[in-house]
């Protein structure tokens, strides 16, 4: 089982809708837990961490996270085609080391 | 504006040379870099942790003779692979951030081996 599973997509939604990208990952002593976005040939960009259970909202991102069923969400608002990317979920582990475990990512495309 | 810097952007080498790859953070110290690596349509794979002033710390199954870590300073990390072939042909990145809840990836580099 991989530590950090995200569905491969690619996932549709039109514009202006909300896209919501999911991740489950299997150590419950996972720490903190980030999303980065990541354009085609370009590096990942960091877009929210979110390390307690609940909703944590910035801008038109919203993450949500779960403890006890193991997931975290992202949730997109006014979906915009400039946001159709991979979007990469990873975790900290719990063995305090700063290194980060990523999902292989969801393809996200926003039609125009 | 960025605040981690990699040199260069790209490189084409002939298989059998080694390259030298940098990674800078611009605003604040970094004990800890990483480095990844990102073959097409994969994830990205956690190479090894860089630590100021001690030796880096490999990931399973990277051979740290084949990838050479030094963390001189406090803002400059290097990721030499030596002897490169053309299965090392892949986008490498590396990460680092003044917390640790704020990681932040240089902008790559994408190696070519002929």
């Known amino acids: 089982q991989k530590e950090v599973e995200q569905n491969s997509g690619p996932l549709s939604v039109p514009e202006g809708a909300i896209a919501s990208l999911n991740c489950t990952y299997s150590?419950?002593?996972?720490?903190?837990f980030f999303w980065y976005r990541q354009y085609s040939g370009k590096s990942p960009e960091l877009i929210m961490f979110?390390?307690?259970?609940g909703d944590k909202e910035d801008g038109r991102f919203t993450a949500q996270l779960n403890k006890a069923s193991q997931y975290v969400s992202l949730l997109i608002r006014d979906s915009q085609p400039s946001d159709s990317a991979t979007y990469l979920c990873?975790?900290?582990?719990?063995?305090?080391?700063?290194?980060?475990?990523f999902g292989s990512g969801t393809r996200l495309l926003v039609r125009p | 504006g960025a605040v981690v810097s990699q040199h260069p952007s790209w490189v084409i080498c002939k298989s059998g040379t080694s390259v030298k790859i940098e990674c800078r953070s611009l605003?604040?110290?970094?004990?800890?870099m990483f480095w990844y690596r990102q073959f097409p349509k994969q994830s990205l794979m956690l190479m090894a942790t860089?630590?100021?002033?001690?030796?880096?710390?490999?990931e399973q199954g990277v051979e740290k003779d084949k990838f050479l870590i030094n963390h001189a300073s406090l803002t400059l990390s290097t990721l030499t692979v030596t002897s490169a072939h053309p299965e090392d042909s892949s986008f490498y990145i590396c990460?680092?951030?003044?917390?640790?809840?704020?990681?932040?990836f240089g902008p790559g580099t994408r190696l070519t081996v002929l």
């Open positions: 605003d604040f110290q970094a004990t800890t």
């Open positions: 990873a975790l900290r582990r719990r063995d305090s080391s700063y290194k980060l475990i």
């Open positions: 990460s680092t951030g003044p917390s640790t809840d704020t990681q932040y």
């Open positions: 979110i390390y307690s259970n």
């Open positions: 150590d419950r002593g996972s720490q903190s």
């Open positions: 860089s630590n100021e002033g001690s030796k880096a710390t490999y």
